[in-house]
């Protein structure tokens, strides 16, 4: 039930209805489709879509396959129409997209930082409020993926960095440009978001998402949408004691998940220095030598003093790094036991260096999750598999709650044409 009691409120539940159509489908389907997925009269719809091209909404194109007679129109993003600034916060790094409706994205900058808070925070506000008086208001709403649990509209930790109730909000000084701040939330469950909407997590009731990168971040995800706990923060699986140990992490607890699984567990395994979000090239040269045994001599005797991971003329076995990997792969194959055991997904997905564990060590990921599971789910285990969006997914979540805060009935009457 929509509420609506007058015309005009019916019209307007009806514009919002469609916006949502066209954005959830990526813009892909015409507007006959369109008309009988929603259950409207063709008349109605035709004005609908005239409104919403006429206020620089949407625009139309011709189908790219169409039969005999006029072409079939597809209801589009329109090239002045709103935009999204989406922006994933890594431990190392940073990227910035626009996003259109739809949600095409355009990567405006890269950028590395220095692990602290204001050189992090500091250098992006700078770009977003550059991009910002480029972009006008065309710009409906900033969303920020941060590498950590978010809690009261904005405060992060990030255990690796040492960030500790971190004003990201503050930091970031968007002032009025951006209407209520920007939207910040955690990555995992900005991913899992993704996932929902445009991955493997699509219509799925029950599933469960887990995001690999320096250390790891899972969240159960119900009707398409990621459980973030009471107070946002539920999105931290990999802060959880799922694998027998017992060393101290720097969250807190002891005997986190994380710690044995992600770019940090590989170097330490490897003897090289990790921490304070640095070493993502090196663990990258970890999983290149465990898939083509093309390692060298330094990595297999504990690298070198740089922290690099060289390679050489040599043709060493690649032992170490094969080693490597299979203990990540297993604490990640039993970690995801315990989750299945208690949650009962329909289906698991990995994003980040996930997707690499699962590509370069599948057997002995799924013979530790096989171990680990109740006889009951082995019988009927859900399927496990790569992320659609790969590493892209905390950047979509991030795109796709500032496009869920717009796509209201309040939302789009806030809208004035982008000028």
Request: charged letters at 20%.
């Amino acid at each position: 039930m929509n509420g609506a009691t007058t015309s005009a409120g019916l019209r307007a539940y009806n514009r919002v209805r469609l916006l949502r159509a066209v954005h959830d489908c990526g813009a892909t389907r015409t507007r006959s489709k369109l008309t009988q997925d929603l259950g409207l009269a063709r008349g109605t719809a035709s004005v609908l879509v005239s409104g919403l091209v006429d206020d620089r909404l949407l625009h139309e194109e011709p189908s790219a396959e169409h039969g005999r007679g006029r072409p079939t129109q597809v209801p589009g993003p329109h090239p002045e129409g709103p935009l999204a600034l989406a922006v994933d916060v890594r431990e190392d790094s940073w990227e910035v997209a626009a996003c259109e409706l739809g949600g095409r994205a355009t990567v405006l900058e890269v950028r590395r930082h220095d692990g602290t808070p204001e050189g992090a925070l500091g250098p992006l506000g700078e770009v977003l409020r550059k991009q910002l008086g480029r972009l006008g208001s065309r710009v409906i709403g900033v969303g920020v993926a941060v590498a950590g649990p978010v809690r009261d509209g904005g405060l992060v930790d990030v255990a690796h960095l040492r960030w500790r109730s971190v004003d990201v909000p503050a930091l970031l000084d968007l002032g009025a440009a951006v209407p209520g701040g920007p939207r910040v939330g955690n990555d995992t469950a900005f991913a899992a978001l993704a996932e929902a909407r445009r991955g493997r997590l699509r219509g799925i009731g029950v599933g469960l998402h887990v995001h690999v990168d320096f250390d790891l971040g899972g969240v159960l995800v119900v009707d398409g949408r990621p459980l973030e706990g009471a107070g946002g923060m539920g999105a931290e699986f990999g802060h959880m004691p799922l694998t027998g140990g017992d060393a101290p992490c720097m969250c807190g607890a002891h005997g986190c998940w994380g710690l044995e699984v992600g770019a940090n567990a590989l170097l330490r395994h490897m003897g090289l220095a990790y921490g304070g979000g640095q070493g993502r090239d090196d663990a990258r040269r970890i999983l290149a030598a465990a898939e083509t045994g093309a390692e060298t001599d330094a990595v297999t005797n504990g690298g070198s003093k740089s922290g690099q991971v060289p390679v050489s003329d040599g043709r060493p076995d690649g032992g170490a790094a094969l080693r490597a990997v299979a203990t990540n792969a297993r604490a990640l194959g039993r970690g995801l036991a315990a989750l299945v055991n208690a949650h009962d997904p329909a289906v698991v997905t990995l994003s980040g260096l996930g997707v690499d564990l699962y590509d370069r060590a599948l057997p002995t990921l799924m013979e530790s999750f096989g171990r680990g599971l109740m006889t009951i789910r082995g019988e009927r285990p859900p399927v496990i598999g790569p992320s659609a969006l790969g590493w892209h997914g905390p950047l979509v979540g991030a795109m796709e709650s500032v496009f869920d805060m717009f796509l209201t009935v309040s939302g789009v009457e806030s809208w004035h044409g982008g000028g």
